[in-house]
């Protein structure tokens, strides 16, 4: 028994992932560190800039920026772990393949589990917001599909239930039965997820052209939305700045979170990289901070023109224009958002097959997801797969249940990323030029006090902090702060590295916004994926000497 339980945390060495990246056949290595930066930024801005930041900013009010730089702190730590990372592991595989080298093989497979849920479903939700602008921006040419062509079955039948006037239970009522059944499909989100999916199946050069492209033009129309958009601001918009308290802010945690997934993937291209251990850090760092800056400059503008009661809707930057009589704005405002999502669903596509690679590689998956494509030198047959894991769910999901499962997943991989810089031995080498290195302070002391200064504050005002307002406790908040006094006592103890400590808190602090749903669909698909490790993963695996 004992030897079954060492093997599940069996641990792989960094020479032994780079002998396998060097016997595999090899990628193109043709990124530089301005293509990582654009391809940071190219899945950063999408579906959270231009659809659920108008949920986060209906929940949180203008305030909701304060969320905005809660995330962008806690990315930038994460950032900084997976830079440490980058340099130390210079390997596909981004999270997973850390881990593997830190906590070990069932952690690794955890994390590369959770990972699906990040890249391939959360790719799901950027095709339904894909296809909503591209409905608009075609039917500004005078060009209508039906209804039940661009809607998704789940969503119309529950419209038709509720007896709701809306496209969705139009859609119900006019779709066409076949065998019985009603006809009722998003194509354009199928489409997209097919071109781009062929995209990333040919080759990386080609994807890097098409991505850098669609960033210079998404940020040129952003920077113009943002100044057209300022010449309405009414600061009256402004007040109150937080209507509904800080747990209001709190709320939108997964919409804002989600607009920031993707500086990650980054990761996932260290095998296509011209110098993985100089340019990975500096893509994930630079694209994150020009992403952020944009993020807290669009919920001012946002939350300036109209009332935050006014965005609650799946398209705000369009809604927002079309308030104010703007009409040619909306055209503008659909071209970005057409573009910005389409890059996004390229950088994810791109992702999962590389993680499913290095998974495959250490016997974890079968040896077809290591294939490369002696033409294209592209995981093949993890790209195809990847398209079928984002095309299927497309026709009886819905992007509400999407988005919620989306974000718990990242989250969870990034705490074990930065646990995982906690666990390995601190790098004490010279820094070598050109190469990142995190930089060491001293946790021992510094985290224990802000833990007691924060407790007093916090137990001061315990009514606020960890007593929901229909005066049961919050749960979620009271691990958290179980979870800090454990980290604050190993920071002593251990002389733990302040920058992971910090990124580890962070993280663990947005996972409190999570609800119960989210960590139950989130339990039953770790649970899966436990099963699938335990009868094939575990037996497979290229360190089983069992």
């Known amino acids: 028994m004992g030897f079954i339980f060492n093997n599940l945390f069996r641990r792989k060495s960094v020479s032994a992932i780079t002998d396998a990246e060097s016997h595999s056949g090899g990628l193109h290595r043709v990124l530089s560190v301005r293509d990582l930066t654009f391809f940071g930024i190219a899945a950063i801005i999408g579906a959270g800039s231009f659809s659920s930041i108008g949920s986060a900013c209906y929940s949180g009010g203008p305030a909701v920026i304060f969320l905005f730089m809660i995330c962008a702190v806690?990315?930038?730590?994460?950032?900084?772990?997976?830079?440490?990372?980058?340099?130390?592991?210079?390997?596909?595989?981004?999270?997973?393949?850390?881990?593997?080298?830190?906590?070990?093989?069932?952690?690794?497979?955890?994390?590369?589990?959770?990972?699906?849920?990040?890249?391939?479903?959360?790719?799901?939700?950027?095709?339904?917001?894909?296809?909503?602008?591209?409905?608009?921006?075609?039917?500004?040419?005078?060009?209508?599909?039906?209804?039940?062509?661009?809607?998704?079955?789940?969503?119309?039948?529950?419209?038709?239930?509720?007896?709701?006037?809306?496209?969705?239970?139009?859609?119900?009522?006019?779709?066409?039965?076949?065998?019985?059944?009603?006809?009722?499909?998003?194509?354009?989100?199928?489409?997209?997820?097919?071109?781009?999916?062929?995209?990333?199946?040919?080759?990386?050069?080609?994807?890097?052209?098409?991505?850098?492209?669609?960033?210079?033009?998404?940020?040129?129309?952003?920077?113009?939305?943002?100044?057209?958009?300022?010449?309405?601001?009414?600061?009256?918009?402004?007040?109150?700045?937080?209507?509904?308290?800080?747990?209001?802010?709190?709320?939108?945690?997964?919409?804002?979170?989600?607009?920031?997934?993707?500086?990650?993937?980054?990761?996932?291209?260290?095998?296509?990289?011209?110098?993985?251990?100089?340019?990975?850090?500096?893509?994930?760092?630079?694209s994150l901070i020009i992403c952020t800056i944009v993020f807290i400059i669009l919920a001012l503008v946002l939350t300036g023109m109209v009332s935050y009661t006014a965005l609650n809707v799946s398209d705000p930057l369009a809604e927002v224009f079309a308030m104010k009589g703007i009409k040619w704005m909306l055209f503008i405002v659909s071209i970005a958002a057409v573009v910005a999502m389409t890059s996004v669903i390229l950088v994810f596509q791109m992702g999962q097959p590389r993680i499913w690679m290095a998974m495959s590689r250490d016997g974890l998956l079968p040896k077809k997801f290591a294939e490369i494509h002696p033409k294209y030198k592209t995981p093949a047959f993890s790209t195809l797969i990847t398209g079928l894991v984002v095309g299927i769910p497309i026709f009886f999901t819905t992007p509400k249940f999407v988005l919620d499962f989306t974000s718990i997943g990242t989250l969870f991989a990034f705490v074990l990323v930065c646990g995982g810089v906690l666990i390995l031995p601190r790098n004490m080498d010279a820094k070598e030029k050109g190469k990142f290195k995190m930089p060491y302070i001293n946790a021992k002391l510094i985290v224990p006090a802000i833990t007691i200064i924060s407790f007093i504050i916090i137990f001061y005002n315990q009514a606020s902090m960890i007593v929901n307002e229909d005066g049961s406790y919050n749960i979620p908040m009271m691990v958290f702060y179980l979870v800090w006094i454990i980290i604050a006592i190993f920071s002593f103890i251990k002389n733990y590295s302040l920058i992971p400590v910090l990124g580890l808190l962070s993280c663990c602090y947005l996972l409190t916004g999570m609800g119960w749903t989210n960590w139950m669909m989130f339990g039953v698909w770790l649970i899966i994926g436990l099963v699938v490790y335990l009868l094939y993963g575990y037996k497979k695996s290229k360190l089983n000497v069992g």
């Not at 391939?120 to 075609?138: C, D, E, H």
């Not at 709701?164 to 009522?173: F, G, H, P, Q, V």
Request: glycine content about 8%.
């Open 74 to 286: 806690a990315c930038g730590f994460t950032a900084m772990c997976y830079a440490d990372f980058a340099t130390r592991v210079p390997a596909s595989g981004s999270a997973y393949t850390y881990a593997y080298v830190s906590f070990g093989e069932l952690a690794a497979w955890i994390i590369g589990w959770a990972l699906l849920m990040e890249y391939s479903i959360g790719n799901i939700y950027v095709a339904f917001s894909w296809s909503g602008y591209f409905v608009n921006l075609i039917e500004s040419f005078g060009l209508h599909m039906p209804v039940w062509l661009t809607n998704n079955y789940s969503d119309s039948h529950q419209a038709f239930i509720d007896g709701t006037a809306s496209k969705l239970s139009e859609a119900w009522n006019t779709a066409p039965v076949i065998a019985g059944v009603r006809f009722i499909i998003d194509l354009p989100a199928v489409m997209i997820n097919i071109l781009v999916t062929w995209l990333v199946y040919v080759g990386t050069k080609e994807s890097r052209n098409a991505s850098n492209v669609m960033v210079i033009i998404k940020l040129a129309i952003i920077l113009l939305v943002i100044i057209v958009g300022a010449t309405y601001v009414d600061i009256d918009n402004w007040t109150p700045f937080m209507p509904n308290q800080f747990s209001g802010v709190m709320a939108g945690v997964s919409g804002v979170f989600f607009a920031y997934i993707g500086f990650d993937a980054v990761s996932t291209l260290a095998e296509e990289s011209k110098n993985p251990q100089r340019d990975l850090p500096r893509g994930m760092i630079y």
